[in-house]
């Protein structure tokens, strides 16, 4: 199956400042994935690259096994969700799903006009006198109805509260039950990621520090608690570390079974795994960090 979005060697720069950095990775499509990463990491770099808004400095990007922009055929077969649920504030919602039939070579009215009702969205309000999270679901609305195979979510929802946050992810996956879309949703609310995503993406200073299947990396980081030492056996990576007197906790990677009876095991949540990935590369110095961080997909 070709991939949803693939990079090879990929950097970014705005003058100086690097966004992304040699960044090499393959997201697979038929997926929901998360992309998650501190601020400044190159989350939104990378949605821009793969709906064609920027080229890359250095390197390639493929989207759907073609050029991002190329032409009005590939960008037919992506949506985009800008950050901050970009709507007309001064079209109504009905001139919104009017200018999506004219825009849009697969446009779906009719799912449009039964979702803004479903919605309960009058079609003669103005988009700008509606609510943030009426006006995302709008937006969301748009990019969908455009009959993407691919949907690029930047933040969609950072701003809302969080019975918002809850409508706009089940109408989500929805659409992922009823049209089959691959997504890519960038956000920070990794729990709400965790409710909704099977594959994760975690960029730090413009690297992958980590992917794969979510339950993938569930299963292969755990917590220990025991005695304090100074090592662990082979194919065990210590990702965090913190120690009170002669006991030490470790939240580590492996996919061997962990066999010392010293140890107590305890499940990790995703957050849990998040967090410490990006803990380690600030403690660390981000910039000598991320190289070591990286994890086979």
């Known amino acids: 199956m070709t991939a949803a979005i693939e990079t090879v060697e990929v950097s970014k720069g705005y003058g100086r400042r690097l966004a992304l950095t040699d960044t090499t990775m393959t997201i697979p499509a038929g997926r929901v994935v998360g992309l998650v990463g501190p601020n400044g990491a190159g989350k939104t770099t990378l949605l821009h690259l793969a709906v064609g808004l920027l080229r890359p400095t250095s390197g390639t990007i493929s989207v759907l096994g073609d050029t991002p922009g190329a032409g009005p055929e590939t960008l037919a077969r992506v949506g985009f969700l800008a950050q901050d649920s970009p709507v007309y504030p001064r ?11 004219w825009l849009n070579p697969h446009w779906d009215g009719e799912f449009a006009t039964r979702r803004v009702g479903e919605l309960g969205l009058d079609t003669r309000q103005r988009a700008g006198t509606l609510s943030g999270g009426q006006r995302a679901q709008l937006a969301l609305t748009m990019a969908v109805a455009k009959r993407p195979e691919l949907l690029l979510l930047d933040e969609p929802v950072a701003s809302l509260d969080p019975l918002a946050r809850r409508e706009f992810l089940q109408t989500l996956m929805e659409v992922v039950a009823g049209h089959g879309v691959s997504v890519v949703l960038s956000s920070h609310l990794i729990a709400d990621l965790e409710r909704v995503c099977d594959y994760l993406v975690v960029l730090i200073a413009g690297r992958v520090a980590l992917s794969g299947d979510v339950d993938d990396i569930r299963a292969s980081h755990h917590l220990l608690t025991g005695p304090q030492r100074d090592s662990l056996p082979a194919g065990q990576t210590i990702i ?55 994890v086979a997909s």
């Open 91 to 101: 079209l109504r919602v009905g001139d919104h799903l009017r200018a999506g039939t």
């Open 240 to 294: 965090e570390a913190s120690h009170v007197g002669r006991q030490s906790t470790l939240l580590i990677r492996t996919t061997d079974p962990i066999f010392d009876p010293a140890w107590t095991v305890t499940p990790v949540t995703l957050d849990d795994i998040v967090l410490a990935y990006m803990k380690q590369a600030r403690d660390a110095g981000v910039a000598d960090a991320t190289p070591g961080l990286a």
